[in-house]
């Protein structure tokens, strides 16, 4: 039961961060290896606003959010600039960067060692320090995203970009501005990022950058392109399959210590496979290709 | 002073072999393929298991590892990207595509092979002095290798009729297949030539530092860079792009620390991205092909 | 529309102004020495068009005479090296083109343009002018588009029934056919409400029915849009039915000018003497010709 709460708790928050992903890949047709390290900008400032400033965690949280939206609004202008292939490949280079920046600034990021000791959420004079209460809070949260994100979907900014997806020239002409959409939506995807990783620093009360690495990155794209780009609710999909699917392997019989191996081969093939046979993903409109 | 740039040009040598490798495929298939990394790792490995577990001679290693990476790139195109590329797939699929084929193959060898760092010995090492810096054999070997894959390259580039048939492919795969040829042989001939530098690469590295599993992400990472550097599109160009990033690499690394190298890698690879995209060498487009 | 004298139409060695229609207000667009060089190749050398206000006006000329890269200059695409091109009076060299298309203009593109993966009601819908919702606050905070979606969608439906697609609302634009996503083309220009046109051989490719059809769209633009209409075309016919003023266009230069019907029926003349209007030879009227003339 624990264990399911666990797991109720994760989906929640890889939910926000897939959703937001999905509206940078699947409405802006915008492949971004940079995710994860949005996940850990949030989740670094909300710990150290948390650690160091003893904000409490609608603070925390908030301006970690905030943060990571002016991080991916800068970033954004930068990566922007390229297109194709060479977006993705700045994109990840951002990546890197950013990951290495988490392993190596030791002082401020706790480098290898990580940072621990992070306090459970607290809402006034709520404190939610049992596994049920942080899964309710955080799935309250989870699903008013959602909502804002189903929402923008469905909104003329939704239709929007999925003009510029599909013909960037073409919706020129008609008087939208593609850097000014894909801007956002990029500045939109690193926002969402930040918040599941704050929410994740508060839940794990210890964080350290190897959860922000770019496996990650690569993990958080196949949520979106399995669940289906382009629907919003595509990723809720893809993180429930993905985060129950490992599940499975509890009862394949491994290799002793190879489990991480397994996980990661797991959802390589599992993007391998959905971009080979069905690129639009489980739900999606839009196939990538 | 001089150990510095000693030190560089060795590393240089090695990123040299690997862009070369790398540049070959995406020049010719514009394929951005990132699994050329774990190839790299995959030479590695293998080098390793021949000598160290299988118990043959370097020179035997030096040969069927290169062998062995090629298998694996080819196997690589066979069962990823050609399904994609068929099927006219955007350049940023196959990117994330091999990412995945990265992924997958990286995590084998782990599984197999361990995370802990293996080291290649084959017979003792000695160290050279020359002009003032000092360099074992095996980085000697390294930048002989470097010289030869180099000219070798270059001759089958220039001299071959293989080699002008990827050129064309470069340039325009339809009229190549138009004009009678098999184009997606030569992809796997391509494949295969560059990933037996990629594993070649690697058994040179194992012997140097030693193998692990992730040693072809930032490997890759410096590959592409030589290559945008050197200048898109102009095959040989990637080694001065190489030699720029190792010694680079090398002054950061003696006046800093060893663990500011990727920066380096990143920082030369977004700078030129934004400021001078075609590189250093590159040839812009003509007007009708903007 | 054909003229009762045989004369032959305007030539210019230099623009040439109306005096017979002289508004007092600035033509909905024009150019002045408009040049576009590329590695030293003139594509455009000093092209200077007038499009009053609710007129059609065709450019006609052989294939690579700069017609469609004119279009690219106009609509914004691409920068002029020199020249200037105003709309309304007003300079819009240096603007975005989605600023340009924002002042009201339009374009039909050579090659058919839909938005593949949303279906056809959608493409209609996505070129309505709908200033709110369009950006990601707008879409949270101003509620208008909340309340015209409604009315919005009606009107997508009109223009679909306009241009015959009703019946394809709901497939995706992808699955059209090459004729029936030309005419998705046009209603999204009719619910762009752009005043300005720039059409670049929208006639070309389709089946007879279609093109009378299409014909009679450009035809309604402007009689009752009161739009005005710049046009690339081939076919000669349709220029001559059409048209009000035609230029003709080749290797870059404005070569004649003059009332539509007395360009084509020149062009025509010149064509059967086998004269050429240059003194290299050109190649008019070009291979997409239909046959039955």
Redesign the interface.
């Known amino acids: 039961m624990i264990y399911l709460l666990h797991l109720i708790t994760v989906i929640a928050i890889y939910a926000i961060v897939a959703g937001g992903l999905n509206l940078l890949v699947g409405f802006a047709g915008k492949l971004s290896l940079v995710q994860a390290a949005f996940y850990g900008l949030g989740g670094y400032a909300a710990a150290l606003f948390a650690l160091r400033l003893e904000w409490a965690f609608p603070a925390a949280v908030g301006f970690a959010l905030a943060g990571g939206l002016a991080g991916a609004m800068v970033l954004g202008r930068l990566a922007l600039r390229f297109r194709d292939e060479f977006f993705v490949l700045v994109t990840l280079a951002l990546q890197v960067g950013m990951h290495a920046v988490y392993l190596n600034w030791e002082g401020v990021t706790g480098g290898a060692f990580g940072l621990g000791g992070i306090p459970h959420p607290v809402l006034g004079s709520w404190r939610a320090d049992g596994l049920a209460e942080i899964a309710a809070l955080y799935w309250v949260i989870a699903v008013l995203v959602l909502l804002l994100l189903r929402l923008w979907a469905t909104s003329p900014f939704g239709l929007a970009l999925q003009a510029v997806r599909d013909d960037a020239r073409l919706s020129e002409s008609l008087g939208k501005d593609p850097r000014a959409l894909s801007a956002a939506a990029f500045t939109i995807a690193g926002g969402l990022a930040a918040l599941g990783g704050a929410l994740l620093a508060s839940y794990v009360t210890y964080i350290d950058s190897t959860s922000f690495a770019f496996p990650e990155s690569v993990f958080f794209l196949s949520i979106v392109i399995l669940g289906g780009a382009g629907a919003w609710q595509g990723p809720l999909l893809g993180t429930a399959l993905l985060v129950l699917a490992p599940e499975i392997l509890r009862f394949v019989p491994l290799p002793q210590g190879s489990g991480p191996n397994v996980r990661e081969i797991l959802f390589a093939l599992i993007l391998l496979i959905t971009l080979r046979y069905r690129p639009q993903g489980l739900l999606g409109r839009y196939a990538l290709d | 002073m001089a150990q510095i740039f000693a030190n560089g040009l060795v590393t240089s040598a090695v990123y040299t072999i690997l862009a070369l490798g790398f540049g070959l495929i995406y020049f010719t298939t514009k394929n951005f393929h990132l699994a050329h990394g774990a190839v790299f790792a995959s030479g590695a490995y293998l080098g390793w298991w021949l000598v160290v577990r299988a118990g043959l001679s370097l020179p035997i290693a030096l040969v069927v590892a290169p062998l062995g990476a090629a298998l694996v790139g080819l196997a690589i195109e066979w069962s990823i990207y050609r399904p994609l590329v068929n099927r006219r797939a955007s350049p940023e699929v196959i990117l994330i595509a091999s990412l995945a084929a990265y992924i997958v193959v990286v995590n084998v060898i782990a599984m197999f092979a361990g995370n802990e760092v293996q080291l290649l010995r084959a017979g003792a090492s000695t160290t050279w002095e020359v002009a003032g810096a000092r360099i074992t054999t095996i980085q000697v070997l390294q930048l002989a290798s470097a010289l030869s894959v180099s000219l070798g390259l270059a001759a089958v580039l220039k001299w071959t009729r293989v080699g002008h048939l990827w050129r064309a492919i470069g340039d325009s795969p339809e009229l190549v297949s138009l004009t009678g040829w098999n184009v997606g042989l030569h992809r796997f001939g391509v494949f295969a030539s560059g990933s037996a530098l990629a594993g070649f690469a690697g058994v040179l590295v194992a012997l140097d530092v030693g193998a692990e599993p992730h040693m072809g992400f930032a490997a890759v990472l410096a590959a592409v860079t030589a290559c945008i550097v050197g200048g898109l599109g102009r095959y040989m160009a990637p080694i001065l792009g190489a030699v720029l990033l190792g010694i680079a690499e090398s002054v950061v690394v003696a006046v800093l620390a060893s663990r500011w190298r990727s920066a380096v890698t990143l920082s030369l690879l977004i700078l030129f991205l934004v400021v001078r995209p075609l590189g250093l060498l590159g040839r812009p487009l003509r007007g009708e092909e903007r | 529309m054909h003229s009762t004298e045989d004369r032959p139409p305007d030539r210019v060695a230099e623009p040439v102004l109306f005096s017979s229609s002289a508004p007092a207000a600035p033509p909905v667009l024009e150019t002045r020495d408009l040049s576009y060089h590329?590695?030293g190749?003139a594509i455009l050398e000093r092209v200077s068009i007038v499009v009053p206000g609710g007129q059609i006006v065709a450019i006609v000329g052989p294939n690579g005479a700069g017609k469609t890269t004119l279009f690219e200059l106009i609509?914004g695409?691409s920068r002029p090296t020199s020249g200037s091109i105003r709309m309304g009076g007003e300079e819009v060299v240096g603007l975005?083109?989605?600023e340009v298309?924002?002042r009201g203009?339009?374009?039909l593109?050579q090659e058919v343009?839909?938005?593949?993966?949303?279906s056809v009601l959608?493409n209609v819908?996505?070129?309505l002018?709908?200033p709110?919702?369009?950006?990601?606050f707008?879409?949270?905070f101003d509620w208008r588009?909340r309340k015209q979606r409604a009315a919005a969608v009606e009107v997508a439906w009109d223009h679909l029934r306009t241009v015959g697609l009703e019946h394809e609302a709901r497939r995706w634009a992808m699955q059209l056919s090459f004729g029936q996503q030309k005419l998705l083309g046009f209603a999204?220009l009719l619910a762009?409400e752009a005043q300005l046109l720039l059409l670049d051989e929208p006639t070309a490719g389709l089946a007879p029915a279609a093109i009378e059809r299409v014909l009679g769209l450009i035809d309604k633009l402007v009689q009752h849009g009161g739009r005005t209409i710049l046009l690339i075309e081939h076919d000669l016919d349709s220029v001559t039915k059409l048209c009000d003023r035609a230029y003709v266009l080749e290797r870059g230069q404005i070569l004649a000018e003059g009332a539509a019907e007395d360009v084509v029926s020149d062009l025509q003349m010149r064509a059967a003497r086998f004269e050429t209007l240059v003194e290299v030879h050109p190649d008019l009227p070009s291979e997409e010709e239909p046959c039955s003339r």
């Open positions: 590329v590695d190749l609509s695409h975005r083109s989605a298309a924002s203009v339009g374009r593109f343009r839909v938005f593949a993966r949303l959608e819908l996505v070129a002018r709908r709110a919702g369009e950006s990601a707008g879409a949270i588009w999204s762009s």
